[in-house]
């Protein structure tokens, strides 16, 4: 005789319902498509196996820059999953720190068993009570562990009267060791997407994900090209503290690369306190690359328009403000991957990206905060909807690299 982790004695022999739902976890469950679907029908497996489930609660932790996990209700009667969003510092607060998912996650619990219909107040932990006013009379919890020992939560209750049988703890416990790798399945999948949207953008991570690694791969694309930089950020990181001038990157950041994404542009690399971002273009002949352009032009009176209410606020506790310079292009680039044998970047090269970041320097040099080359401006003159009439011509001038001036227009803002 076997002793389960919620300390309730466990047939020697698991029951065919768990190996029944373990051959469905391997074979169809690890290829649902969320860890939202896969607890949806776990959930409906557990009902059908006999077991009196009220309602399920996991907790999955992730690696994520703004999020520390996410939460699944399952609820039965309930058309669908509810999931919940937990930033980081939500570890920190005091539902968290008084929850049995803390026990489980941060001090090592392997489970717990509450007969709720045979307990009274006070609670060892608020939610108990808070279940038991539903109307649920057992409630229990197991952590559910992770390969290389990360760990995570989930939890069950039942409105069936004498709470859950032996049985029924025991089926839940020979199902967690088959739940947890399935899950940790789908957590990395949802790694793998996570970091590659963070670090190389989403359609960038689509394709990479698609398959599209080797080295030396690439297509021929038609884009806008969207460049911008900093002004005197030099003397600035010179005499901010560190935490002050990241904090004050990532602001600048956030005003230019949220306009970008939000305008259907794509951020391709941060390049010290530049950004280099492009804005596909379809080579249709119904507008639509105009329009593309369009939108590259708004998102940069976006930006703008972001930076001066930041800069406000900065201001305002007197604290430095900032100033850019933004360039828009359009041309043909080879969009592909690029590197060493060992250290790959997705990237455009081609003699447009080098003019884009060219423009970029006259802003500092002119004074100016976004200028654009005459092949984005006759594009977005082309759009029936206008957008050109916001650009103003402002002469030939020289840059760096060719020998011809180039004629440049300026967004008025």
């Given amino acids: 005789m076997t002793i389960s982790r919620t300390g309730h004695a466990a047939p020697s022999s698991p029951s065919h319902d768990a190996a029944s739902v373990v051959g469905w976890l391997l074979r169809e469950g690890r290829h649902a498509p969320d860890a939202e679907s896969l607890v949806e029908d776990f959930c409906g497996r557990l009902i059908a196996a006999g077991v009196p489930l009220a309602r399920c609660v996991l907790a999955l932790q992730l690696l994520h820059p703004q999020i520390r996990s996410m939460v699944y209700f399952w609820r039965r009667g309930d058309p669908a999953i509810e999931a919940v969003t937990a930033p980081h510092g939500t570890e920190l607060l005091e539902p968290y720190r008084t929850s049995t998912f803390a026990a489980l996650i941060d001090e090592g619990a392997d489970g717990m068993r ?37 760990r995570n939560a989930m939890s069950f209750a039942t409105d069936r009267a004498g709470g859950f049988s032996t049985d029924d703890l025991a089926l839940l416990d020979a199902l967690l060791p088959a739940l947890g790798t399935v899950l940790e399945t789908l957590a990395l999948r949802r790694l793998a997407a996570t970091v590659l949207d963070t670090y190389v953008g989403r359609k960038t991570g689509a394709r990479i994900l698609s398959g599209d690694i080797r080295r030396g791969t690439g297509a021929d694309v038609r884009a806008v090209l969207w460049y911008c930089d900093l002004r005197g950020f030099t003397p600035l990181a010179d005499r901010l503290p560190r935490e002050e001038l990241i904090a004050l990157l990532n602001g600048y950041f956030e005003s230019m690369g949220d306009a970008v994404e939000r305008h259907g542009g794509e951020i391709l690399k941060f390049i010290g306190d530049a950004m280099l971002a492009i804005f596909p273009l379809a080579g249709e002949e119904d507008g639509s690359d105009a329009a593309a352009a369009v939108k590259a032009l708004n998102a940069a009176a976006d930006a703008l328009a972001t930076m001066a209410a930041q800069n406000a606020e900065r201001a305002a506790w007197g604290q430095p403000t900032l100033r850019c310079g933004i360039a828009l292009h359009v041309g043909e680039v080879m969009y592909g991957n690029i590197g060493s044998t060992e250290r790959l970047d997705f990237t455009v090269i081609g003699p447009a990206v080098n003019l884009v970041s060219r423009i970029e320097g006259l802003c500092g040099r002119l004074e100016r905060t976004v200028l654009t080359s005459a092949a984005f401006a006759a594009l977005v003159r082309a759009d029936g909807e206008g957008g050109g009439h916001r650009l103003d011509a402002i002469g030939h001038h020289t840059v760096k690299g060719l020998a011809d001036p180039v004629a440049v227009y300026e967004l008025r803002v």
């Fill in 114 to 150: 509450y007969p709720l219909e045979r307990m009274e107040a006070p609670w060892p932990y608020p939610v108990l009570g808070e279940l038991r006013a539903t109307g649920l009379t057992d409630y229990a919890a197991m952590a559910v562990l992770f390969a290389g020992g990360r």
